[in-house]
Nanobody
Framework: QVQLVESGGGLVQAGGSLRLSCAAS????????MGWFRQAPGKEREFVAV????????EYADSVKGRFTISRDNAKNMVYLQMNSLKTEDAAVYYC????????????????WGQGTQVTVSS
């Protein structure tokens, strides 16, 4: 059974940092593209960042570019999202997701999803 478990969310002041983690129970984790998405109250879920199998390719939403960094450790079956210079508009539930085919921003391409971790940013 595939499981993606996010952690690291919490309450932070604007301008602060958080590091989200996602633990994956995928037997061939290194063959999966991993993405981070987020959903704020009353809004649709949106793409945040994606990383390729080996970590050489990354893409970011324009709203987080230069502030967030996605990374992965294939030996530990982990993917991370380092979030710096957080803004109130970054507050959302953050989800990690996995898919086998290609680097993509499309939610519908992702096969597996975690339950999410809440990030709250105070002003």
């Amino acid at each position: 059974q595939v499981q993606l478990v996010e952690s690291g969310g919490g309450l932070v002041q604007a301008g602060g940092s958080l590091r989200l983690s996602c633990a994956a129970s995928l037997r061939t984790f290194g063959r999966y593209v991993m993405g981070w998405f987020r959903q704020a109250p009353g809004k649709e879920r949106e793409f945040v960042a994606v990383i390729s199998w080996g970590g050489l390719t990354t893409e970011y939403a324009d709203s987080v570019k230069g502030r967030f960094t996605i990374s992965r450790d294939n030996a530990k079956n982990m993917v991370y999202l380092q979030m710096n210079s957080l803004k109130t508009e970054d507050a959302a539930v953050y989800y990690c997701a996995a898919e086998e085919r290609e680097v993509t921003r499309r939610q519908e391409d992702y096969e597996f999803w975690g339950q999410g971790t809440q990030v709250t940013v105070s002003s």
